[in-house]
């Protein structure tokens, strides 16, 4: 299984971003999905979820209403929508694949391949 995060970069407090993983290896429909980020100095965090089917979403309490995660099954992407982003967002994002098949959860435990990760800054 491979996943290839990409899209990240410097942008101003307010601003927004679209980061995109791409996924191989794996049938990509039957697994949740979720994005994490790690800021310096901290551990890996949650930052949202999406069931294989796309019709469940779960999000961290600090970027529920400005962020967004949507997959294409077709496409084998699944994309992170950041907008209002704060200086508290500057991190590295990481995409993950679910362990279970048919299942979606916020417990990094559950992941077991992740993306190399994609620097997002967030200046004030």
């Known amino acids: 299984v491979q996943l290839q995060a990409s899209g990240g970069g410097l942008v101003q407090a307010g601003g927004s971003l679209r980061l995109s993983c791409a996924a191989s290896?794996?049938?990509?429909?039957?697994?949740?999905m979720g994005w994490f980020r790690q800021a310096p100095g901290k551990e890996r965090e949650f930052v949202a979820a999406?069931?294989?089917?796309?019709?469940?979403?779960y999000y961290a309490d600090s970027v529920k209403g400005r962020f967004t995660i949507s997959r294409d099954n077709a496409k084998n992407m699944v994309y992170l929508q950041m907008n209002s982003l704060e200086p508290e967002d500057t991190a590295v994002y990481y995409c993950?694949?679910?362990?279970?098949?048919?299942?979606?959860?916020?417990?990094?435990?559950?992941?077991?391949?992740w993306g190399q990760g994609t620097l997002v800054t967030v200046s004030s």
């Open positions: 999406i069931s294989w089917t796309g019709g469940t979403a």
């Open positions: 290896g794996r049938t990509f429909s039957n697994y949740g």
């Open positions: 993950a694949t679910g362990r279970r098949s048919y299942y979606v959860t916020r417990q990094k435990k559950e992941y077991d391949y």
